[in-house]
Every structure is written in C-alpha cells, then in structure tokens.
C-alpha cells in the first residue's frame, strides 16, 4: 500500500518504525508528529537513526518530549547521528561555534539560511527557557504549497529562480528597544557581529528533495527579488506564493514545554515564532545539519552570487531513502 500524498509505502514506514524502537502520531496531515520511545543522545543506535530521519521525512517536522537530559553538547552529539552538523551560523559570532542562541522569537516566515548555496537540511531546536505562556512556533509545509498550485502557477514557478540574500536576518535584528531589558549583553555582542560577511546565492523557486523526491517551493523572507521580474512583480509574486505557504491547513503550531525539542527538515518547510509572551524570557538552542545544494526540476543547481559558505557548512549530499518511489 502506499500514500502518495508523500510517496513512501506504509509498510516501509511500520518497519523502519518498529525496527528503531519508535513510535509516531501525526499532529498535521501535511506536517507534524510527536516522536516516543527515544532518549536523545550520541549513543542511538543506527536503527534508530533511520527511523527518525524517515520519520522527518515523511512528517517534515517531529516533536520530541521530556529530553530533560539535555545539554548542548548531548544535543550536537544526538545531531551528529543524523546528521552532518555545521557551526553556529555563517555570519554571526558565537562562544559555542557549535549551538546557536535564539533569544526572543523569529517572527518571520523563513526557511533557515537560505542566502547560502547549501542550505541547511534540518535543524534540532530545545527549549531552555520558556514563557509562562505563548511563544510557540509554526511550521508550514512548503510541499504542500507546491501540489497546491493551478498548473499555471506551477509551469511559472518551475522556470523561476530567487535571489536569496543575508542583508537582513532575523537572527541578527534587533530593535532599538530590545537592546535592552530581556535581551542579554551576550546576545547583543553576539549579535554585533552579523553582516561582518555577505551572502547572496540564485536559487530555484522550486526545488526537488533529495531524500525523497518532493517538490516544494524554496521562499521565505530572506528572498530579495525574482530573476528577471521586476521590483513591484517581484513584490506581488512572492506574496501571492507566500500566501499559499502560510495558510493555516497548512501548517502545525507547537506550544513548547520543559524538555521539548523540535527537529525540521528545512528544506520543505517554513517556520515562524509567535512573540506573544510579553516581557518573558524565551530561549531556544539550535543545531543545524549540512544540507545539499537545491536542484530544480530540470536538474539545475542553485548558483553563487557573493560569499563562500565553505566554513561553515559541508555539502551533505543526502541518498533517495528506502521505500520512497
């Protein structure tokens, strides 16, 4: 039997499931699950490691809880079993050039470092502290953006490339008012150092997923323009795509606990953190794994426009997993 919503058989699932010792329970039809039966760490065993890969595969984003056992370096090691992890960030300093330090929240729709040519394929996010209340994050599924789309959109789509560039990054923002209060004197230095290098990279609006073959459209807001479109084309386009991104059908929203951790494959995914807590402390940790260069649907990779991501990322050129056609 297979589900072609997503392309890989029931029974491979129900296997490699078993096999690792997990259990999963969908959240979302086109994304989300929570993930049981796991105790992250760098000793899992490569059962489990496939399992959970596949799991993301198939559900885009996994929630994990009560990983209370957690420090950053059990959570670089647990990433290190799935994954190629990278440093920190590409243009930001950092005292751990391993986990990078989210204080506040990114409210923005974006996928993860997108001005590089090797975009990150996944992020493992833990909560270290959070708001009495609010503070949640969401992710849409950009896949099912894609297969959403009239033909018409799609023939557009498919012959389109973005400029996606780090001239603003949500991770380096900060208002003048929040140089202050809440916001530590180790995250504003941390902070000061963005900018201090410039990316831009050509992508394909519509990229083909390695691992699994999808379609999804390759946005989020570090996009500056579309090649050849004009300012204000560019401008109505990308809101038009985005729109379909974002609708709420399309998404799934996680209230984070004590011990959470949540992991996302960026590379069919958007994400948004809602600051609807007030003056409450909110801190994420994030480790991000090496992903590959995107290709569009007529096999053509992304290109270079300004910067070298060498040093920060490997080129991670994942395998067409098990069971999906």
Known sequence: MTDTSIGATVDSASEIYANGGITVRKVGHHLGAVIDGVEMSGDISDA????????????????????????????YEFGARIGIPTTAHPSLNSDDSRTLVLEG?????????????RI?????????????????????????????????????????????????????????????????????????????????????????????????????????????????????LYQLLQNRVTKLENTVRWTWADGDVAIWDNRNTQHY???????????????TLAGDVPVDVHGTASRIRAGDASSYSVVDNALRLPGFV
């Open 105 to 117: 929240a990114a409210s923005g729709w974006h996928t993860d470092v997108t001005f590089v040519d």
């Open 120 to 236: 990150p394929k996944a992020s493992v996010l833990r909560s270290v502290k959070v708001p009495p209340y609010g503070g949640a994050t969401t992710w849409a599924s950009t896949t099912a953006a894609y297969e959403q789309l009239p033909d018409p959109l799609r023939v557009l789509v498919e012959n389109l490339r973005a400029v996606h560039s780090n001239r603003f990054d949500y991770a380096a923002a900060l208002a003048p008012e929040q140089l202050s209060g809440n916001y530590s004197k180790s995250k504003r230095d941390f902070r000061s150092g963005f900018a201090t290098l410039t990316f831009e990279t050509e992508h394909p609006v519509v990229r083909v997923h390695p691992e699994t073959g999808e379609r999804s459209l390759l946005l989020g807001h570090f996009v500056r323009e579309f090649v050849g479109l004009k300012a204000a084309e560019s401008s109505v």
């Open 48 to 75: 489990t490691s496939l399992a959970i890969r596949y799991a993301l595969a198939v559900n885009k984003v996994i929630f994990f809880r009560s990983q209370h056992h957690l420090t950053d370096e059990i959570q």
């Open 273 to 287: 953190g809602v600051a609807d807590y007030g003056d409450h402390p909110r801190e994420l940790r994030r480790t």
